[in-house]
């Protein structure tokens, strides 16, 4: 069964020290990601284990961008994950569940790659190509955009046709928005760079990143070898 999107939680904005956000809907076995956006130089830490990042990095001196996920257990519903945070400037998160990506298993990645565009101030975020391992991939986009005065447009391309998942901005000032996105892949070709188009009437520096969901029974690598058995065959002696 394919990866496919469960729940999106209330994005959170804070200008304090600690971010806190509650998680969405979901089963023991789903992959929730965490995606938070800081007006600065500053990553995110979380005392709480079993979150593993993806992409931590900075785009100028006014943008940190963050993504890690974690294989979720029941108790995990609702609970809360407070992030350390600079504090100087707003930090905005919020959390996403997905259900079947587990093809590592358990305990193995939910995904096998990823992209990551790292864009100066501009309207539109930008992503770069991603190569997804199966056609069975689930691919997911997530964006980060420095201001809050904005909504998320068309997304381009057809390769896949996104859904928008999250549309979410801090209530108003210099702030932060987030988008996430995702899209069956369905041939398994290469996403091509490819464009969110925000409503903003002001350009600002903003960040996109792309992986690919793949569920547990597709390894993605389609190299192993396979093993045919056929049943005995019993012939009679002739007399």
């Given amino acids: 069964m394919a990866a496919a999107f469960q729940a999106v939680g209330s994005a959170v904005g804070t200008v304090t020290t600690s971010l806190a956000l509650v998680a969405p809907a979901l089963l ?23 979150w593993t990042i993806i992409v931590s990095a900075n785009n100028t001196a006014a943008q940190n961008v963050y993504l890690a996920w974690r294989r979720c257990s029941d ?17 905005f998160g919020a ?23 790292a864009n100066a101030s501009a309207d539109n975020i930008t992503y770069a190509t991603l190569s997804p391992k199966s056609p069975a991939a689930l691919i ?24 928008n998942r999250l549309d979410a901005e801090t209530a108003s000032g210099i702030g932060a928005s987030l ?16 464009t969110c188009a925000s409503a903003s009437t002001v350009d600002a520096v903003n960040y996109g990143i792309m992986i690919d969901l793949l569920p547990s029974q597709d390894s993605g690598g389609g190299t192993g070898s396979t093993t045919a058995s056929y049943p005995a065959i019993t012939r009679a002696r002739s007399r």
């Fill in 28 to 50: 023991g076995g789903d992959t929730m990601f965490a995606a938070i956006h800081s007006n600065n130089n500053t990553a995110p830490t979380i005392s709480t284990g079993g």
């Fill in 95 to 117: 959390l996403v569940t997905y259900r079947n990506a587990n093809r590592g298993g358990d305990t193995g990645l939910p995904y096998f790659a990823s992209s990551t565009s």
């Fill in 140 to 163: 997911v986009a997530f964006g980060y955009y420095g201001l809050a005065a904005t909504t998320a447009g068309a997304f381009s391309g057809t390769f896949p046709t996104m859904t």
């Fill in 75 to 91: 108790a995990d519903t609702g609970a809360t994950f407070t992030w350390t945070v600079a504090g100087t400037t707003v930090s």
């Fill in 179 to 194: 988008f996430i996105h995702d899209g069956p892949s369905l041939t398994g070709v290469a996403t091509g760079s490819r």
